[in-house]
């Protein structure tokens, strides 16, 4: 057994770890990032997760901004992202569409500016705790067990793996019966036509997503497709789903389609996880050929990738100090421990059901994601940030979203270096100045 030692450690190297473990080297704390696959992304990359979205409220307002617009910035410049572009199904204002490949070698570029030390194939199994502190967590390596101790730990693993390890408490799914969202096997296709696809939406748009903006979509790049639902009633597949969703791009012939459907299990048990790899996989076939043979422009396309595992949702999420709710989202709620904002819905793919619930946020459009959301009970060297921070199962179901995942990541990993260095624990920490040092970097509060 080999030991390490930091002062900051992040596992998990999805879009919330990644962001966290730069804020965290970007303040000159000896960082190490810890990540289970070989690279870099989480779902966005490992499950085939595209468009980003949104960074904008319904208005246009980007409210997501810090090193989340940086990614964006460096991703445009070569060549790999647009930018934010209108989502042309009318579900949020703006996606952001990108390269995967090309997201996995920037997040480790910016990763290795920010000085911060990388271990991929390492998966994070055990949690060494004494009188309420991680002393140190141990991962599973190929090249044999590893200690890693630091003062202050960041859980992104989406699973809130290192927060159930060491006995913070965890919740799961829907209060009434602990059902999660569906998990889902993204795949892409290649060989589409999108000109005839757009032809398809503007010749019968009662047959779409009725906030999808017809007025402007002839001029509009079609970046986001949702509706198609006479077809998709008509071929009737064996899939709890109520209509055809795909997005368009990277390339010009190219859509990732979001489509499959896997209920009733538990992303942490691995025989329900064994199970919906295999259905996962069962249904993108189905929905291929579907869209071969019912969908105008896809007639030649082939699948030209899966995601390398089925894209979970939701699994596990602590109890913070403060569990953000439903009612919070929908007000557009403020807090005075802000440290980020989004303008997404509450978007619920049913646990049990084919449809979806949606609920919109009123006021300015944007809510508050208060720091007490990021902050676990009962462990104190502990900051957990992304898909598994604390909320309700319906507001998880707008705080998952990859941008809330990158700025909450940010924020997660600026507080635990200001912890370290005024010496207190995340709960102690100065608010005012944390949001002080992200409005420097230009986190939008
Ligand atoms: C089917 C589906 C569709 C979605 N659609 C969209 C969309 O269109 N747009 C959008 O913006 N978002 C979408 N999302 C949401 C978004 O992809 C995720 O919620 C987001 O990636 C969350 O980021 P994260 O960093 O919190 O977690 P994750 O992306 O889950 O990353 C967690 C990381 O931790 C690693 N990890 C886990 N456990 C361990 C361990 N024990 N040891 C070491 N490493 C570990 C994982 O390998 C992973 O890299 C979708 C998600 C799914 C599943």
Redesign the pocket.
Known sequence: MTHHKYDIVV???????INAAIAAGRKDKKTLL????GF?????T??G?????TFHTEDGTQVIKGIAEEIVQRLKERGASPGHLRDTCGFTYSVTPYDPEVYKVLAVEMLEEAGVDLMVH????QVVVENGQIQSIE?TTKSGRKHIHAGMFID????A?VAFLSGAKTLMGRDEDQMTQP??M?FRMRGVDLEQVKEAMLQNPDNFFPKTPFAELKELPLTAVQGFYKEWKEANLPINRDQVLF?AGPAEDEVLV?MTRVQGLDATKIEDLTKAEYEGRKQVLMVADFLRKWIPGFEMATISSTGAQI???ESRRIEGKYILTKEDVIAGRKFDDVIAKSGYPIDIHAPSGNGMQVAWVEGDGAFDIPYGSLVPKGIDNLLV????MSATHEAIATT????S?MAT?QAAGTAAALALSTGVTPAGVDVKELQKQLMEVHMVL
């Open positions: 596992v998990g190297g999805g879009p919330a770890g810890i990540e289970r696959h870099l992304g989480g779902m966005s490992i499950a997760v595209y468009p980003w979205m390492s998966f994070v199994d991962i992104t693993t989406g699973d793996d998990l889902t993204k997005f979001n894209g979970v949702r940030a992304g898909r598994c998952r979203l990859t941008p995942a990541g």
